[in-house]
């Protein structure tokens, strides 16, 4: 272990995205400079009847692309494969292997979903245990599915699974953890991967974050939430993010995973540092499971122990990348809090939600907005929130409306605020010497 006093270094060296917007970092950024949507008619499986038809899906993509065996990933969840494809990105990129000598110094650490949900075979079980006047037969329902469930289908629907296959794909014998704090839980795995390498416990952790719930049930539960935007007539405009007329998120999925480093370890391997992780704030509301607290206690709470872990001031931070869901309740409390937080720097402190191009990706949306915060400090350019036509008196900061903005950004701070009142947030920079 590291005294407190000698605390390692982290760094990001490789980054891997599935994502609604392209299939890897440099198309996915370009298309969020642009101002492109990712968010069209869901095609996943027939959602004509529902109250939401839209959706942000992963396009022209197939795992057998991308791995050896494909016929291993046969059987195995959206999920797994998505979280596949964004780690072989980022581990590639990072160059990391040949200098890892310990495995059990390289874990894994990620905030996954579950995986597939079989409507159609749980709908024709019901079909065949309902009586004439439409109770439930257990019995009948239990042998339906002992019948038609498939074992290997069912365990890849476990949040666990992803963590598992990649520990495999890579040999990583390190820690391995995975979270599901709903739309926190990858910029959690982040922060917590970056904790063990302070620690001293690891070296290297591929970490991240990967989900789909774009399907029956999960559609089902959003809608009666009534959490979802019902814009049906207007996909590419119904993410929008802080404007007055805001009517619901924009489901998405995919994935998005980091290679996180020790500093002294990767620049000894002459590794391409792309950030550092500055500080890391973990809180939770403790108040309701569907609502955030409306003084916002949780959200400030985060931004400060962030700010507090990096050692820096709020008018430092040159970008904040926002939950920004999209949602009556969501944008009006995050904006009360950044205001709380920033003091009289909130009005001048950039702020904007990059779910306005490529819907909420849940528990992959975390990390996903971490690697979009490195982009900006990478390019000096700002991401816009699309969409944003009509002031709300509520959210009053500077939200990027949309086009993209070129301005100097060296730190930046990323939100994440999950339901049952998970609340991260994430501070990186350059990394400097």
């Known amino acids: 272990m590291i005294a407190s006093n000698q605390r390692r270094r982290v760094v990001v060296t490789g980054v891997g995205v599935i994502n609604p917007l392209g299939n890897d970092i440099e198309t996915v950024w370009s298309a969020l400079k642009e101002g492109k949507s990712g968010v069209a008619y869901t095609t996943i499986f027939d959602a004509s009847k529902f109250p939401t038809r839209i959706s942000a899906e992963i396009k022209n993509w197939d795992i057998a692309d991308v791995v050896d065996n494909p016929d291993l990933w046969k059987m195995r969840g959206r999920h797994s494969k998505f979280a596949a494809g964004a780690a072989i990105q980022a581990f590639n990129a990072s160059g990391v292997n040949d200098s890892i000598k310990n495995r059990r110094r390289f874990g894994v650490y990620m905030g996954s979903g579950e995986g597939n949900q079989d409507f159609n075979c749980f709908a024709s079980m019901m079909a065949e245990s309902l009586d004439d006047e439409g109770n439930l037969d257990l019995l009948k329902f239990t042998k339906a599915g002992l019948e038609k469930l498939n074992p290997v289908l069912e365990l890849e629907q476990e949040p666990s699974m992803p963590v598992g296959h990649i520990a495999s794909l890579f040999d990583a014998q390190g820690p391995n953890a995975n979270c599901l704090t709903a739309c926190a839980a990858s910029n959690q795995a982040v922060g917590e991967a970056a904790e063990m390498i302070r620690r001293g416990e690891v070296d290297v952790m591929l970490s991240g974050g990967t989900h789909s719930m774009i399907h029956p049930f999960g559609v089902t539960g959003f809608n009666l939430l009534t959490a979802l935007s019902t814009n049906n007539d207007d996909p590419t405009g119904a993410s929008r993010p802080f404007d007055r007329l805001r009517d619901g998120f924009v489901l998405g999925e995919g994935a998005a995973m980091v290679v996180l480093e020790e500093y002294e370890y990767a620049k000894a391997r002459g590794a391409n540092i792309l950030g550092e992780i500055l500080g890391y704030g973990s809180t939770a509301d403790a108040y309701r499971v569907t609502d955030i607290h409306p003084e916002g206690r949780g959200a400030i709470g985060c931004m400060q122990m962030a700010l507090n872990d990096a050692g820096l001031q709020p008018e430092q931070i040159d970008y904040v990348n926002a939950h920004g869901t999209s949602t009556t309740v969501n944008d009006k409390v995050e904006s009360k809090a950044c205001m709380e937080v920033f003091g009289e720097h909130a ?48 959210c009053p ?12 950004c060296n730190i930046a701070l990323t939100n994440s605020f999950g339901f049952g009142g998970q609340n991260i947030s994430v501070v990186v920079g350059k990394a400097t010497d």
């Not at 975390?366 to 900006?376: D, H, K, Q, S």
């Not at 900061?397 to 100097?408: G, I, K």
């Open 347 to 394: 009005m001048t402190t950039p702020v904007s939600s990059t779910k306005s191009m490529m819907g909420h990706l849940i528990a992959a949306a975390g990390a996903t907005e971490l690697i979009i915060c490195l982009m900006a400090i990478r390019d000096n350019v700002l991401p816009p929130t699309i969409n944003y036509q009509n002031e709300d008196p509520l």
């Open 397 to 408: 900061l500077d939200y990027v409306p949309n086009v993209a903005r070129e301005v100097e």
